[in-house]
């Protein structure tokens, strides 16, 4: 019998193991692929509250700024002190993981999660481990399982994610001309109702584009500006952008992806699971020495990590919701708003991957005219 199971081993699952295994409980961590990290689904861009929270090894490059690309191939570039981190995905999620399993987690890979059963004192998990069945019981289970996440079909029937996007990447052989900028690009072009981009990673450029709804056209004109670099690795998923109205239940939590606690406005999710599993970890402390692992103890969860970044989420989920109805021609009326010295000035000064709301209010209150085009879009692309 274990305190806890995790089923899981991405950075929401591993940084909840490491806080519960740092104080001393048995957790055993599952996770359904034979090494951690792989297969790598993730641009890596973090901020520096990511770093710290890890100390992490696995950063390739740091960049200050953001190129951004309107419909009618105009530009802006947004400038900024603090830097952003390009992570080697893979490697984060061994940082990570070595974190959990240096404290104590037991770690066993190879182990896909088949079946969860809650009840009277116990959780009941089932999984394949190298082909054969086995069970294991705990206190209670957090699942950090990702986007599909079979912990929240089982547990959460009711529960589900309204919204998520598509994301397609290719890591290219090719040096961006500015290692100190990501390309982001905006319309109908790039993406449908979300953005498509390209991240400087040291020798390589990470190349891709999210929407409601893949379109190869979509990233071929991205990819096209590239003069066709060889393809090192393709990846690409689901990202919910819209989280959980309920992350707790009777001995059950979900972080990370899993819960749909992700930034809606941009599709990072590192830094919010990672939130989330710290929350999950000092949820379960509490209950286990309250001995109560009730649906209406464990509701501190949702509340606490609500409390910390839900508000956030919530007014970027509003600003994404209408950002994604906005046509071609407005999104390039805007793109010649935000070149406006006082604009690019705010957007410097208070621009923040992980909060980025603020901006946004700041932004549409110093140039109003913005709210026209956000508030009435001219609808001449596919968005949702
Ligand atoms: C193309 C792309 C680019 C992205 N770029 C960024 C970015 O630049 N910055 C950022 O912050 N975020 C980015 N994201 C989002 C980010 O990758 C996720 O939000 C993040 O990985 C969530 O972490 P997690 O631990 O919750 O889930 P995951 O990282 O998905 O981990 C879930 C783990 O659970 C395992 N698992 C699943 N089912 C089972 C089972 N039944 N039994 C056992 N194990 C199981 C999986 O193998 C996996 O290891 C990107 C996503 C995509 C698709």
Same mark, same amino acid.
């Given at each position: #019998?274990? %305190?806890?199971?995790?089923? @899981? ?27 951690? @990290? ?59 993981? *070595? ?67 598509? *994301? ?11 290692? %100190? ?16 981009? *390209? ?20 990233? !071929? ?36 992806? *899993? ?56 007014? %970027? ?8 109805? $906005? ?6 009326? #805007?793109?010649?708003?935000?070149? !406006?010295?006082?604009?690019?000035? $705010? ?38």
């Amino acid at each position: #019998m274990y %305190d806890f199971i995790i089923s @899981g081993a991405g950075p929401s699952g591993s940084y909840a193991a490491y806080i519960l295994s740092r104080s001393g409980f048995r957790v055993l961590q599952l996770e359904e692929h034979s090494s951690v @990290g792989k297969p790598v689904e993730c641009t890596g861009l973090v901020s520096k509250r990511v770093i710290e929270m890890t100390g992490t090894g696995s950063i390739v490059n740091k960049v200050h700024g953001a190129h951004i690309y309107f419909p009618d191939d105009s530009s802006i570039h947004i400038g900024k002190e603090e830097e952003t981190y390009v992570l080697e995905r893979d490697r984060f999620d061994q940082d990570v993981s *070595a974190m959990a399993t240096g404290a104590g987690t037991f770690l066993k890979l190879n182990s896909k999660v088949n079946d969860i059963k809650v009840s009277g004192e116990k959780v009941t998990v089932t999984y394949r481990e190298n082909g054969n069945m086995r069970e294991d019981l705990a206190y209670a289970i957090i699942g950090a399982d990702g986007a599909n996440s079979l912990t929240r079909k089982i547990l959460f029937p009711g529960q589900r994610i309204e919204r998520m996007v598509s *994301a397609y990447q290719i890591d290219g052989a090719t040096n961006m001309q500015d290692q %100190d900028s990501v390309n982001v690009y905006l319309g109908s072009k790039y993406s449908r109702g979300f953005f498509g981009w *390209a991240a400087p990673a040291g020798d390589l450029s990470r190349i891709g584009t999210a929407g409601f709804g893949m379109s190869r056209e979509n990233f !071929k004109n991205i990819y096209g500006k590239f003069s066709n670099p060889s393809k090192i690795t393709i990846t690409g998923g689901p990202i919910p952008i819209s989280s959980l109205h309920k992350t707790s239940g009777n001995r059950s939590i979900l972080v990370g992806d *899993a819960g749909g606690i992700v930034k809606p406005l941009s599709g990072g999710g590192i830094y919010t699971g990672m939130v989330s599993g710290e929350k999950a970890a000092e949820t379960l402390i509490k209950a286990y020495e309250n001995e109560d692992f009730s649906e209406k103890f464990l509701e501190t969860y949702h509340r606490s990590w609500r409390s910390s970044i839900g508000k956030e989420l919530s007014r %970027d989920l509003i600003v994404q919701k209408f950002f994604a109805r $906005i046509g071609d021609e407005s999104l390039t009326a #805007m793109g010649r708003k935000l070149q !406006k010295e006082n604009i690019r000035r $705010i957007i410097n000064e208070l621009g923040d991957i992980d909060y980025p709301s603020k901006v946004v209010m700041q932004v549409l209150i110093r140039s109003p005219s913005i709210m026209r085009h956000v508030i009435f879009p001219k609808r001449d692309r596919i968005g949702k």
